[in-house]
Every structure is written in structure tokens, then in C-alpha cells.
């Protein structure tokens, strides 16, 4: 048997298979790979990028400012430049292959590889992992780069299966595109996808209907160009300060939160601070906010005023300065994740769209022309278009079947309450790491300051295990324990449970809602997992049982590309 021209005993057992290869997957490849271990990747997907392999939508667009929507490595910010400020997903795809012959990284990775299952043989300490292609390969390590958001949610509608028209979710939209230029088009979704998509949608489409349920407290971009001598000069000096500053701050950002109260300055003064972040655009009037934002009602709701003071500014129907901008905040400003846009109130204004409220108008049923709400109404409709979010941050790891040592699938673990040790391991699932997953920054960080923090972790934990021999680390439960009582402590004194929120599960029809993140900042979640690494990773447990011979301290080679 052979996976993507590699023959399958070329694949039986190394040091560690890395799930994903997105930005989580290729660091801990190189990394990996740097450090002396046999390593192999598994990706689902055609080609690289994770999230941006899948997400090829219309008007697909990072919300990180691309000077930090990057891996820090000089070798690879040295030589590649970025067009716009916020990039579109075709640039990032571009700038994935360029990490790819950069570092050679696509000779150690099976694309069209979807693992399944995997099991942890304790009379080798390797796990056994299965394969959508029938191939089982016996790693010492499983690492699961997978990602927050690769489990996308669909929406519980009578009918959807006898729609005649196009039909598609935004994280699985056709590689090859729709035109939906002339097209009657509905989507149903207001969150990150459903903004860029509607936003991109508006001015082609001969009429869009947008299904919301909940208004996105969006906010604005502020796209710009990037001229290569801009980013000369920033290399100079800039890059390094900028990736070390990303780690002092609470969401890996170059900004940080206001460490004070809104109320120890003047109104005047409020509305000037305001002002300043909502023009330096992006994430700095959410995670620049002042601090008690987050926690105090009084404070959240002049955040949220001045918020929506700007938009009715933008939006010139009253009906749809209700839907859009309600006077009642539908939530705590900034508890569900606000998203960024470039056009989308403007959208609103056109009048081939229309905005229904599923609040007080329902979607009864899907027909096979398009979509019925409770007053009768059917919308007619060439696509639809499902941008309805995903199963986030445990859903990536629980639609895989992984069995602890007892036997137990995480997804039944995880069931009965999210359990994790540092956002990184899992008690009774030994020798499995996972990056920018449950119980990390995740969701409050910047991707890559997250993921390059647990990347370079792991790569310590695995230097010391082999160093000292040990051929496997499992977490205590007592340590699990304390993780999550630390995180649900640190959850329980801001605002964040105010809202119906993929942070909590609550998305999810029949999920337990819990903290699903830890929401202490960057700081300090650095500084409690370096503490467990310089205490000799207190609160794992390690065996030298193995049976099969030490670690090999070179890579396996590969016969052929693996593309």
C-alpha cells in the first residue's frame, strides 16, 4: 500500500506524526525535524494552509495585521513580502507555499490524509494510528495540529436535503469557486465568514437575503496597501521587536488592553480614547479596550454606545439601523467575537438586499427554491450559502476517535466536561500533545504568537523525554484538576458567559457550555506552562517502558515528493 506515492511501511513508526498542516502543523514539522525526530505530517486537505486551504470563500480575509499573521522565523519574514496590511486567502496560500520550499517541508507530508482513529499501545508507548486511506502508522508522539475551527456546524433545517439550487458552507466551498455574480443568494450567518461573504456578495448578486440571528458587532478594518520598502525598513529593526512585544501582551497582539478603569478618566476624555482606537482600525478598540471593559456592565456599555453611534452613522434605513445596531446591546460588547469589515453596513443600504431577523422571523423550513420564514415568506434562491460557523475548539480533536488507555474516545471524556492539562495534554492520553486547541489562548490571541508559544513547548518536552530516556509522559488527573479549575476561576470573573458564543460551545445544539479557553492572556499562560517545563514538566507522570529501542535522531527519508 502507498500513500501519495510513499510506500505505507515507510510510514510505520517514527517519533511523532503531526496532524494538520497549517501554520501549527509546519512549525512543529521544522521544529521537529531541526531537533533531530522522525517526523511525519497527515493532512486531510489537497494542500497546505489549514484553515486557508479550506475556507476559500468569497472575500476571504485574515483579521490579524500581516506583519503578525506570520511565523516569527527570520529565515522566512527575511525574504517574503505582503501586499496589503489585512491579506486576502489567495496571498496567505501563496505565502504557505513559499514556507514550503523555503524549508522543504513537503517531502515529510501526506496530503489526501484524513486520521480517523488512534489508540496508545502501552507495551511499546506508540500510538496506532488509523486512515481514511487504510494506512496505520505507530508514532511515539501524536501531535494534533488541527486546529480550532476544522469541524464545520450545520444548521438543523427541515428540507435543507431538497433544496435544487446550489447549496454549500462556508468552510467547504468549492476549490474552484461559484460565480454569484447575477445570482439570487442567501446566507444564512452573521459571523466572521457570513460578514466577508455578504460583504463581497452584495454589490455582484442580482438580490442577497441575509438570515441573521444575531447582529456582529463588526468592526472596522482599515485595509491599506504595503509597499515592499515599507517592509524593508520594518525588517530592520521592527519584525524582531514586534514578534517579542506579541508575547507581552494579552491577545499576542502589538497592542495591549488598557490596564485601568474607563471611568478614571472624563468623558471627554473617554470619547477622545474612543475615537483613536476605532481610527486605528482593526482589533484596537476590542483588544485595546480599557480592562474592566470585560467586566464591569457600566463600562461595557460605553464601549458598546460609542460602537453603535459609529455604525448608524453608516447605515441610513431605520429598520436596518434596528436590526444592525439595536439601542439594546444583544450581548456584552466584545464577549462574542466581533469580526472586521470594509463595507459590509453599506451593504444594507442597496436595495437588492434584504436582512431578515431570525429573532422575530424564523427560517419554518428549506423548499426545493429557497427558504421559508415564519410569516410565509418563501425567498427564493439560486445558492445558499450555510455560514454557519463550526463545533470550535474541541470539535477539531473530538471528531477523531482517540482512546485513552481505558478505552474511553475523548469526545465521550470531554462529554462530561472539557479537561485538559496547559491547553496541551490530556490526562490518560499519553504522549499526545495539541496546539491552539481547548483550554489555551486560543480564541484570544493572535494564531501565531498561540501556536509558535505551545510549538516551541512541545519541542522542549520531547528534547527532555529524550534526554532522559523516558518513552512516555502522560498528565496527572490531579494536575488536570487544577488546570481546569484555574480556567473556569479565571472565566467566571469577566463577562464572557453574557453571550451565545462559540467561546463557550454554546453554538452547539446539546454541547455542555464551559469555558472552552483560557482567557488570562498570553503573560500569563506563558509564564504557568514555562513554570511546569522548568519544574521538570511537574504534574506529568513519566515510564521508560517502551520495548522498541530509543528515539532515532534523524529524520526519515522520504522516496518522493509528496504532493
Known sequence: MTINGHAAQGYQQFDALVVGAGFSGLHQLYKLRKAG???????????????????????????SESFIYQLSLEELWKDWNWTEKFPARQELINYFDYIDKKLDLSRDISFNTRVTSASFDTTTDRWSVGT??????HPR????????????????????DTFQGIVHHSALWPQGGIDLAGKRVGVIGTGAS???????TGPIAAYLTVFQRTPNLALPMCQRPLSEATQTKMKEQMYPILFRRCHQTFAGFPFDVEHKSLFDISPEERYLVFDDKWTKGGFHY???????TFTDERANAEVYAFWRKKVLERVRDPEMQRKLAPENAPHPFGVKRPCLEQQYYEVYDQPNVALVDLQDNPITEVTRNGVRTQDGIEHELDVLVLATGFDAVTGSIAQININSTDGTPIKDKWAKGLSTY??????????MFFTYGPHGPTAFCNGPTCLEIQSDWIVDCLIYLREHNHTRIDATPAAEQAWVQRVNDIFSNALWDRAKSWYTGANVPGKRVESLNFTGGVPLYTSLIQDCAENDYSGFNFTRSGTDGAYRKSSVSSTSKAR
Not at 43 to 60: D, F, I, K, R
Not at 132 to 137: E, Q
Not at 286 to 292: F, K, N, P, S, V
Open 194 to 200: 457570513g460578514v466577508q461573504i455578504i460583504q463581497e
Open 37 to 63: 525526530f522522525s517526523v511525519k505530517v497527515f493532512e486531510a486537505g489537497s494542500g497546505l494552509g489549514g484553515t486557508w486551504h479550506w475556507n476559500c470563500y468569497p472575500g476571504a480575509r485574515v483579521d
Open 141 to 160: 508522539f501524536l501531535i494534533l495540529c488541527t486546529g480550532f475551527a476544522s469541524k464545520p456546524l450545520f444548521p438543523d433545517l427541515l428540507g435543507l
Open 132 to 137: 481514511d486511506t487504510g494506512v496505520t502508522a
Open 422 to 431: 496547559l491547553g496541551l495534554a490530556v490526562s490518560g492520553y499519553p504522549n
Open 286 to 292: 476590542w483588544l485595546g479596550a480599557y480592562e474592566d
